[in-house]
């Protein structure tokens, strides 16, 4: 019989703003309703028990570090559960991270705010991402609707929710491709340094076109937010960072009537996203994706 704590981390997407954030821009992030679960028991060694696709030295790295960070000196088989794919950037190792450290506070007996949570699991995120900007664990604490601005250091990280009207129903689709966020980013930031000037207008689009995407969420005009969906998804293209394969997605996606479509993340493969009109019209979408060998599920957000 398991003893110890369970703990529950969220999933992400980022609905609008991937790139432009790295460069001062707000991004609108949500959480996802799939989760990564943790369940522990204390042991001799720390060992990650999962059925999913992980790399076992950095989540053990991971433990290590949240661990260190809870002052906590006890050993543990951590299981992880859950329904949140651990691919195509969704923020799986935050919502690790978080899991991990809630199933932590609970076997320990420790009260923590969602705000100590999000900064234990940060630690826990560097052993996946060196640097993490602090967006991804953020969302797995909190989830909701975010409008996220990044500081110089995660401490100056500002973010804001944003009230949903009306709930979103996204299909997320894997292009089969692992995104390497890195590497994209890398390919942005020579892109404006080679060209200052259309650099600074695209960022100037895609600032008016956030404004515009905040209050549609707000008053619930989810057809707006679907254009502006489009709309930043070319910008996306103009920067190079969708690829093949996330084009057909949105292609198909647009096909079949979705209000929307848009890589979600670093691009270069990865997720999409494609906003359905309500729940059964996500099913028929994802199904759609899933016939054309794009791995595909349903999601809502503001439920």
């Known amino acids: 019989m398991m003893t110890g ?39 001799d060694k720390n060992s990650i028990i999962t059925e999913a696709p992980v790399i076992s030295e950095l989540s053990l790295a991971a433990i290590g570090n949240v661990l260190a960070s809870l002052d906590i000196r006890e050993k543990y088989a951590v299981y992880m559960e859950g329904d949140l794919p651990t691919y195509g950037g969704l923020g799986s190792s935050a919502a690790f991270c978080v899991a991990l450290t ?39 604490t909190y989830g909701g609707v975010m409008e996220f601005k990044r500081g110089k250091t995660p401490a100056e990280n500002r973010y804001e929710r944003v009230v949903l ?23 942005v930031r020579k892109f404006k340094e080679e060209d200052e000037d259309e650099f600074g207008q695209l960022m100037d689009e895609y600032s008016d076109l956030e404004l515009e995407a905040r209050k549609s969420l707000e008053k619930g005009k989810l057809d707006l937010v679907g254009e502006l969906m489009n ?14 394969a996330n084009d057909r ?42 016939s054309a060998g794009f791995r595909s599920f349903c999601t809502t957000i503001g439920k």
Not at 28 to 38: F, K, M, T, W
Not at 117 to 139: C, Q, T, W
Not at 231 to 242: A, F, I, R, W
Not at 268 to 289: T, V
């Open 165 to 187: 009207k009306k709930p979103l129903n996204l299909v997320v689709s894997f292009t089969g491709k692992f995104g390497l966020t890195p590497k994209m980013v890398e390919a």
């Open 102 to 140: 809630r199933a932590l506070a609970e076997d320990q007996h420790i009260n923590l705010s969602d705000e100590q949570v999000n900064r234990h699991a940060y630690e826990g995120e560097k052993a996946f991402h060196g640097d993490p900007s602090g967006i991804d664990n953020l969302m797995a």
């Open 231 to 244: 709309s930043n998804q070319n910008l996306l293209s103009e920067l190079g960072v969708s690829d093949e």
């Open 249 to 290: 997605i949105i292609q198909l996606s647009l096909g079949a009537g979705a209000l929307g479509a848009k890589l979600t993340g670093g691009g270069g493969g990865g997720c999409c996203i494609a906003l359905g009109r309500d729940g059964n019209h996500c099913k028929e979408l994802a199904q759609k994706l899933s």
């Open 5 to 43: 704590g369970r703990g529950v981390g969220y999933g992400k997407v980022i609905l609008f703003g991937e790139h432009f954030v790295v460069h001062g821009a707000a991004a609108i992030a949500a959480g996802i309703a799939n989760a990564a679960i943790v369940r522990l028991e204390r042991s």
